[in-house]
């Protein structure tokens, strides 16, 4: 089956830790997408990458890192820095080439307290 | 600046039509998606428009007005499990970066 997997699906830490959260894809898109959404708003990007050993920041990137090491995989640091770091986070991917439609994983609500 | 509106809430009764409007304001255009989302899920895909008009697949159909930036997305004959968060998003720039409004809470009462 092909798909984005993400894991695990809740996460629990104390405030001051850093967390990596997972993401792996095998449907070999060269673009991958990390979204943070809270309630009652939209989701917002976090980071991005076209390609491996390449990304850009989105919009609210302070207090989150990236790696790009390999194309199946697109993890997640959540660092001390960020404040507010509750919240569920969603990872894509897309065929640049295609419709550009984005395909979710199935998320991974953190809690930090 | 960029901004994507959707109403928050709506309701609808089993077996009727509605229609969830979308309204945006982006620096550039390459398409506007429709996700449907039910709680605590992914989102999942329902309909790409990047011409204007109307896109229809099954009981959803999808319009875009590039001129009003204005988009809609209708849901025909309603059933219980289309109780979601309905979400709008223009992918604008490079890298197909999309760009998300709120989302509208859908229920479907019976």
């Known amino acids: 089956d092909g798909g984005i997997t993400q894991s695990p699906k809740y996460l629990f830490r104390k405030e001051g830790q850093n967390v990596t959260l997972s993401c792996e894809q095998n449907?070999?898109?060269?673009?991958m997408y990390w979204y943070r959404q809270d309630p009652g708003q939209g989701l917002r990007l976090i980071y991005y990458?076209?390609?491996?050993?390449?990304?850009q920041k989105g919009d609210i990137a302070e207090g989150y890192s990236v790696s790009r090491e390999k194309k199946e995989s697109f993890p997640l640091t959540v660092t001390s820095a960020q404040k507010n770091p509750t919240a569920f986070y969603l990872c894509?991917?897309?065929?640049?080439?295609?419709?550009?439609?984005?395909?979710f994983g199935p998320g991974t609500r953190l809690t930090v307290t | 600046g960029q901004n994507i509106d959707q109403p928050t809430e709506m309701t609808a009764t089993e077996g009727a039509i509605v229609q969830i409007n979308c309204t945006y304001q982006?620096?550039?255009?390459?398409?506007l998606f429709w996700y449907q989302q039910h709680a605590g899920e992914a989102p999942t895909f329902l309909s790409y428009?990047?011409?204007?008009g109307l896109e229809e697949k099954g009981r959803f159909s999808s319009f875009l007005s590039r001129s009003k930036g204005y988009s809609y997305l209708l849901l025909k004959e309603l059933q219980m499990k289309d109780s979601a968060s309905y979400l709008c998003?223009?992918?604008?720039?490079?890298?197909?970066?999309?760009?998300f409004g709120a989302g509208t809470r859908l229920a479907v009462h019976p």
């Open positions: 894509a991917s897309s065929d640049l080439a295609g419709s550009y439609e984005q395909y």
């Open positions: 449907l070999n898109h060269d673009a």
């Open positions: 990458s076209q390609i491996v050993n390449d990304f």
């Open positions: 982006t620096s550039g255009f390459n398409g």
């Open positions: 428009n990047v011409l204007d």
């Open positions: 998003a223009v992918s604008s720039g490079g890298y197909n970066k999309l760009i």
